[in-house]
């Protein structure tokens, strides 16, 4: 299996555009996580979905922010508009419930708004 | 909730010697994971090492070995014969058995001196 992947690996964008970032979890695999990594902030749980569905938002730091799961092997957050302080490391993440496993995380999106 | 947290947010050791890396939780589960992740500058998130709650037994790797003490709900990561290539940001985690999702401390930065 090629891991958890995600795409961009960087995104520069305006302030006030649309930033979608996509995430493809490991097969088999039924829970799925987006983080964000700052320097201020360290690792943050924005979202948490157990078969396709969302069971944990309350990391999403505004309505800014949404994040979808429409089948189980894609999901993406999406922020608009985007501000510069939503500069940070994306991570997705995906396990599997229940079962003895880690948490397997993507490569990460490093996104710069300016 | 769960918390997991770490008090050390920076660490340094000579090469080929040996370092402990500290982490408590808190939790009101009785069957859980716990999980030591280490992140170098490339930012890939990488397991280290794992650890079953209800194994007595300290998990060990390689030159990694836990400390895990379930009454006082601690779990140390001690590195022996530092690497220069152990430098990296470590997180230790923790993970509810049925839920699937994984509660991250804040990190300590280890740097290995040579």
């Known amino acids: 299996d090629a891991g958890v992947i995600q795409s961009p690996r960087h995104e520069v964008t305006e302030m006030g555009q649309e930033v979608t970032l996509r995430c493809k979890p490991i097969?088999?695999?039924?829970?799925l996580f987006w983080y964000r990594q700052t320097m201020m902030r360290g690792l943050e749980l924005l979202i948490y979905?157990?078969?396709?569905?969302?069971?944990?938002d309350s990391g999403m730091p505004e309505d800014r922010f949404s994040a979808k799961m429409p089948n189980a092997s894609f999901s993406t957050l999406k922020i608009q508009p985007s501000e510069p302080r939503d500069s940070a490391v994306y991570f997705c993440?995906?396990?599997?419930?229940?079962?003895?496993?880690?948490?397997?995380f993507g490569q990460g999106t490093r996104l710069t708004v300016v | 909730a769960q918390t997991v947290t770490q008090s050390q947010p920076e660490m340094s050791v000579q090469e080929a010697e040996t370092v402990t890396l500290s982490c408590t939780y808190d939790?009101?589960?009785?069957?859980?994971?716990l999980f030591w992740y280490k992140q170098p500058p490339s930012r890939q998130m990488i397991l280290v090492i794992r650890?079953?709650?209800?194994?007595?037994q300290n998990a060990t790797e390689n030159r990694f070995s836990v400390n895990f003490q379930k009454a006082a709900k601690s779990f140390s990561l001690k590195i022996s014969d530092s690497q220069l290539g152990d430098t990296a940001m470590y997180f230790c985690?923790?993970?509810?058995?049925?839920?699937?999702?994984?509660?991250f401390g804040d990190g300590t930065t280890l740097t290995v001196k040579p």
């Open positions: 097969s088999g695999h039924n829970s």
């Open positions: 650890q079953e709650a209800y194994k007595q």
């Open positions: 939790t009101s589960e009785s069957n859980y994971y």
């Open positions: 993440a995906s396990s599997v419930t229940g079962g003895w496993t880690e948490a397997f």
């Open positions: 979905f157990n078969n396709n569905v969302p069971i944990d």
């Open positions: 985690a923790f993970m509810t058995s049925n839920a699937g999702k994984s509660t």
